[in-house]
């Protein structure tokens, strides 16, 4: 018989009811980081927050959840240097401007 891996869920959709969604971002599989701390893209050197802020004039300033800031190789490369400070903050800005976030697999191993 073959070991068990333990399933691994995922995130519902993220949009904000009050602005009308015109562009859903889908992801596949969250990091254990992400799914650790309950929020979409929270990998320090995932770039989605970064192209977002680029899009949205904003530049991701906070940390991920073990104190670590993005990498180099991305921070060189954004635009804008207002800085959104929280996790809270940047998906909000991202919501109110018709985007949408979405997992399409509900669980893996």
Known sequence: MCPTTPLKGSFGC??????RPHT??????????????????D????????????????RRGWLDGKGRAPPPSI????????????YEEALALLLSRGYGLWDVIAESE
């Open 43 to 58: 990998t320090h050197t995932n770039a989605l927050w970064h192209i977002a802020g680029d899009a949205l004039g904003f």
């Open 75 to 86: 921070t060189r490369s954004v635009l804008h240097t207002r800085v959104v400070d929280t």
């Open 24 to 41: 859903l971002i889908l992801g596949t599989q969250p990091s254990d980081v992400s799914l650790g701390a309950n929020r979409y893209y």
């Open 14 to 19: 993220a949009i904000d009811p009050s602005a």
